[in-house]
C-alpha cells in the first residue's frame, strides 16, 4: 500500500509541473505540417498561433520564428522568451492540442510586450480553462 501511494504522488507532482517537458514539443515535420494545413489560426500584430485538436490529455507546442527573422541569435532569444511565457502560463491554457505559435520580424518586441502579445492570441483562439 505504501509503494501504491508514493506512485500516486508521483504521478500528482508529474501533473503539476511547471517545466516544459519533452512530451510538451511537437517536434515532428508531419505533424507541425498538419497543423498549418488542417489546423484553425488566429493571429495578431507580429505573430500568428495554429492549432489543432490532438486527442490527449497534454498540449504539445512548437515555437517558429518566420523566415528572414534576424540572425540565429534573436530567432534563440524569441524562442527561449516564447517558451518561458508558455512555461509560467501554460497552467491557465485549455488542453489537448497541438500548437504552432509563428513570429514574424517587424516591431521589436521585449519580454513583457512579447507576453502580452502570447496572452492575446490565446485568449482570442478561446484556450483559457474557465
Known amino acids: 500500500m ?5 506512485r500516486a504522488d508521483q504521478n500528482c507532482l508529474q501533473q503539476m509541473r511547471k517545466n516544459h517537458t519533452k512530451k ?3 517536434k515532428k515535420k508531419s505533424e507541425i505540417s498538419r497543423v498549418f494545413k488542417e489546423g484553425r489560426s488566429v493571429s495578431c ?9 490532438n486527442g490527449k490529455n497534454i498540449n ?3 515555437f517558429i520564428p518566420a523566415r ?5 541569435v534573436e530567432r534563440n532569444y524569441l524562442r527561449r522568451h516564447a ?4 512555461r509560467q502560463e501554460k497552467e491557465r491554457f ?3 492540442y497541438d500548437i504552432a505559435v509563428v513570429f514574424y520580424p517587424g516591431t521589436e518586441y521585449d519580454f513583457w510586450k512579447r507576453k502580452e502579445q502570447f496572452m492575446y492570441l490565446f485568449k482570442k483562439a478561446g484556450m483559457f480553462n474557465t
Open 83 to 86: 517558451k518561458e511565457i508558455y
Open 68 to 72: 528572414k527573422f534576424g540572425n540565429a
Open 94 to 96: 485549455t488542453v489537448g
Open 24 to 26: 510538451e514539443r511537437l
Open 2 to 6: 505504501h509503494a501504491e501511494e508514493e
Open 45 to 53: 500584430s507580429g505573430a500568428r498561433l495554429h492549432l489543432m485538436p
Open 60 to 62: 504539445r507546442v512548437v
